[in-house]
């Protein structure tokens, strides 16, 4: 059974930083697409940042233009987590975070594709960030 499980989320002032983790356990494959996700009441679910988890896609990363030079998604294969750093922090990244992992054999071509929660199979319970002013 697939499991993810996140955690780091907080309280923050603006300009201020935190790093999420999600621990991935069960995935009986490799390599895959991995991914950040938020949402924000009464918004819908936005993709932040997604790597090739593994090694072997050869550093596929996306981001979000929301966070280009802020958020840095990266992965520790030996302890089979995802991390996701978030500095400059702005109240309007106030959000409940996912972590996502697609299926394998999921081919994310450009950013529009793998920014996409309909490309992911499994998702963590979340984590929320609130970044007051």
């Known amino acids: 059974q697939v499991r993810l499980v996140e955690s780091g989320g907080g309280s923050v002032q603006a300009g201020g930083s935190l790093r999420l983790s999600c621990v991935v356990s069960?995935?009986?494959?490799?390599?895959?697409?991995m991914a950040w996700f938020r949402q924000a009441p009464g918004k819908e679910r936005e993709g932040v940042a997604v790597?090739?988890?593994?090694?072997?896609?050869?550093?596929?990363?996306y981001y979000a233009d929301s966070a280009k030079g802020r958020f840095t998604i990266s992965q520790d294969n030996a302890k089979n987590t995802l991390y996701l750093q978030m500095n400059s922090l702005k109240p309007e990244d106030t959000a409940m975070y996912y972590c996502?992992?697609?299926?394998?054999?999921?081919?994310?071509?450009?950013?529009?594709?793998?920014?996409?929660?309909?490309?992911?199979?499994?998702w963590g319970q979340g984590t929320q960030v609130t970044v007051s002013s």
């Open positions: 790597i090739y988890f593994g090694g072997g896609g050869g550093g596929i990363v």
């Open positions: 069960g995935y009986p494959y490799r390599n895959y697409y």
């Open positions: 996502a992992a697609a299926s394998p054999g999921v081919y994310l071509p450009n950013s529009a594709t793998a920014l996409s929660p309909y490309r992911y199979t499994y």
